[in-house]
């Protein structure tokens, strides 16, 4: 039997950066939470990070929301972590499991974690990442462990045994969740739900497609074939 939306088990977090965009999605009762980065940012032409925020969490002040440091030095790092903490009781905040030299973050993350602050430990490729935050972030606050799942599969590989392995070294720590991160189809939501991963990340333009979930495939043939009818007569095609 096909699966519907209603039917997922797994919790839809909505990528992105356009705060308008953001407000439109909390409304969505499929929605349960947000995730945003710099690369998003700027592709959204966001110029002041604290303002982007500052709206962010007033338009959405209830549901878990991440936001990334920047800074490449863990002492600065350190620094905007704090500060982001500071930013609400729903803010998780991203560091990336090594910075552009290939340096462990985790050392970082136990700090933080120590402190009390919800860390998302993000760019994680390998069942090490998963080891390593698992180890420092186990048993302490509420956090996320976001596995580029979408970018393994980029390079070649199933993601599924790694992310299932990945859920496996994380149930000793409950108070993580397994983010099943970049995903390419609807069916990476399909996959990421039938094998019980916590949350995936979902863009607006992979959420848009989601109302094909367990369409049927007799109806959407007939809706390909009226689209290739449609465009070619207003092209004005002829032979």
């Known amino acids: 039997m096909s699966m ?4 997922l088990r797994v919790k839809i977090f909505a990528d992105g950066a356009d705060v308008s965009d953001m407000a439109r999605l909390s409304e969505n009762p499929l929605i349960q939470g947000f995730t945003t980065n710099p690369t998003l940012m700027r592709k959204a032409g966001v ?4 303002a982007f925020a500052r709206d962010v ?6 549901m878990p929301i991440s936001f990334e440091v920047f800074a490449d030095d863990f002492d600065a790092m350190q620094r905007q972590a704090e500060e982001i903490g500071t930013w609400g009781d729903n803010v998780y905040i991203k560091i990336p499991i090594t910075n552009t030299r290939a340096e462990s ?3 970082l993350m136990r700090r933080l974690a120590d ?10 490729f390998t069942l090490d990442h998963a080891r390593a935050v698992a180890d420092v972030l186990g048993g302490g606050p509420a956090a996320y462990a976001s596995v580029f799942a979408g970018r393994i599969a980029d390079s070649g ?3 599924v045994p790694l992310m299932s392995e990945a859920l496996d070294i994380l149930a000793s720590a409950p108070n ?3 983010i099943w991160a970049s995903p390419r189809e609807v069916f990476d939501i399909v996959r990421a739900n039938d094998m019980g991963c916590h949350v995936i990340t979902v863009t607006s333009d992979l959420l848009a497609k989601l109302s094909s979930l367990g369409k049927d495939l007799d109806v959407f043939s007939l809706e390909t074939v009226r689209m290739f009818h449609d465009d070619a007569q207003s092209a004005g095609y002829s032979l």
């Open 115 to 124: 402190q009390g602050l919800k860390i998302n430990a993000t760019a994680m």
């Open 4 to 7: 519907t939306p209603a039917e």
């Open 57 to 62: 969490i007033a338009a959405i002040p209830a």
């Open 157 to 159: 590989r199933d993601p």
């Open 176 to 178: 993580i969740e397994l």
């Open 105 to 107: 973050a985790v050392p």
């Open 47 to 50: 110029a002041d990070y604290r």
